[in-house]
């Protein structure tokens, strides 16, 4: 099993959750996060540091998430290992919760 960044976490982008990471599974895109499921050990560390509660383990993704396993995998696969935090953009908070952002994420 893996954990997920949904699509909360566009445009938020808190990285709180990975210093936390004992395996440095986070991949670090523009303004978005992605978990790679295949270095991802299940420890659930990095779920309740996310400030948005972007990040959820893949058997409790809403059905209206699931895709974003895969997009997960494709996109870790692309991007750069982030380990330290950083910091947020200066809108993050005004991009919580807001729905229907997948357009917005930049690859």
């Given at each position: 099993m893996?954990?997920?960044v949904?699509?909360?976490c566009?445009?938020?982008?808190?990285?709180?959750?990975?210093e936390?990471c004992p395996?440095?599974?986070?991949?670090?895109g523009?303004?978005?996060?992605?978990?790679?499921?295949?270095?991802?050990?299940d420890?659930?560390?990095?779920?309740?540091?996310?400030?948005?509660?972007?990040?959820?383990?893949?058997?409790d993704?809403?059905e209206?998430?699931?895709?974003?396993?895969?997009?997960?995998?494709?996109?870790?696969?692309?991007w750069?290992?982030?380990?330290?935090?950083?910091k947020?953009?200066?809108?993050?908070?005004?991009?919580?919760?807001k729905?229907n952002k997948?357009?917005?994420?930049?690859?």
């Amino acid at each position: 099993m893996t954990f997920v960044v949904i699509e909360n976490c566009i445009k938020c982008k808190y990285t709180d959750c990975v210093e936390v990471c004992p395996v440095d599974c986070f991949h670090e895109g523009p303004n978005f996060l992605a978990i790679d499921p295949e270095e991802c050990i299940d420890c659930t560390l990095c779920e309740p540091e996310c400030p948005v509660e972007a990040i959820l383990s893949e058997d409790d993704l809403p059905e209206d998430q699931a895709d974003f396993l895969a997009l997960n995998a494709e996109l870790a696969a692309q991007w750069p290992v982030i380990t330290e935090i950083k910091k947020a953009p200066e809108d993050a908070d005004e991009w919580a919760d807001k729905p229907n952002k997948r357009k917005l994420l930049e690859r």
